[in-house]
């Protein structure tokens, strides 16, 4: 079993429509927790960091940490054809590397 | 352009060739990480360095895989012997060592065919 799981998908949605991302992790020692977007044949780039439970906003995307129950999710209000991407979760603790889920591909169809 | 700068962007090679691929971190950072990244999947650590000290090294960089950071700066990844279980999009990434952990800047990307 994988230390972060993630649903594949694709996910399909239409413009506007609000979007639910999730991962599941095993690995009690996460501390911090991060969702990059990666366009197609480019490297991922940051979205969203949070350390602690609960949830961060960033404008049309939230980021909600549950660590109780070892699960995250990324929602994305008023989806735009743009946020077309594959998501990725990842997680850390202090100065170890960033293990990452398997990415989930969005389309958002206009 | 300040961001993480790999090259080439795009290897093709023959099996068995040796290939080297190349990063330039963003200037400030003192961390370099290469992250292997295969189709539908999410990317997977390989090694980091600190400075120009590889502190951590991946079960998946088997003896045909070299990493080097001399004085600090850039990185280069050489694969001997390539096979076409190699075929990949190779990553770098850079951050800081202090503040906020974890946050990395990751590259365009290197993606290599073995034929």
């Known amino acids: 079993q994988k230390e972060v799981e993630q649903d594949p998908g694709p996910l399909s949605v239409p413009e506007g429509a609000i979007v639910s991302l999730n991962c599941t992790y095993s690995?009690?020692?996460?501390?911090?927790f991060m969702w990059y977007r990666q366009y197609s044949r480019k490297g991922p780039e940051l979205l969203m960091y949070?350390?602690?439970?609960g949830n961060k906003e960033d404008g049309r995307f939230t980021a909600q940490v549950d660590k109780s129950s070892k699960y995250i999710s990324l929602f994305i209000r008023d989806s735009q054809p743009s946020d077309s991407a594959t998501y990725l979760c990842?997680?850390?603790?202090?100065?170890?590397?960033?293990?990452f889920g398997g990415g989930t591909r969005l389309m958002v169809k206009p | 352009d300040t961001g993480v700068s790999q090259d080439p962007r795009h290897k093709i090679t023959k099996r068995g060739q040796n290939v080297t691929f190349r990063c330039d971190p963003i200037?400030?950072?003192?961390?370099l990480y290469w992250y292997r990244q295969t189709l539908g999947q999410g990317p997977e650590f390989l090694t980091y360095?600190?400075?120009?000290?590889?502190?951590?090294k991946s079960r998946l960089l088997s003896d045909r895989f070299s990493a080097e950071r001399p004085k600090g700066s850039f990185s280069t990844l050489e694969i001997q012997r390539t096979e076409q279980g190699d075929s990949a999009m190779y990553l770098c990434?850079?951050?800081?060592?202090?503040?906020?952990?974890?946050?990395?800047?990751f590259g365009e990307g290197s993606r290599l065919t073995v034929l």
């Open positions: 990434a850079s951050r800081h060592g202090q503040g906020n952990t974890g946050e990395l800047f």
């Open positions: 690995n009690s020692a996460f501390q911090y």
């Open positions: 949070t350390y602690s439970s």
């Open positions: 990842a997680m850390g603790h202090a100065g170890n590397m960033l293990t």
């Open positions: 200037s400030e950072h003192n961390r």
């Open positions: 360095f600190q400075n120009e000290a590889q502190l951590e």
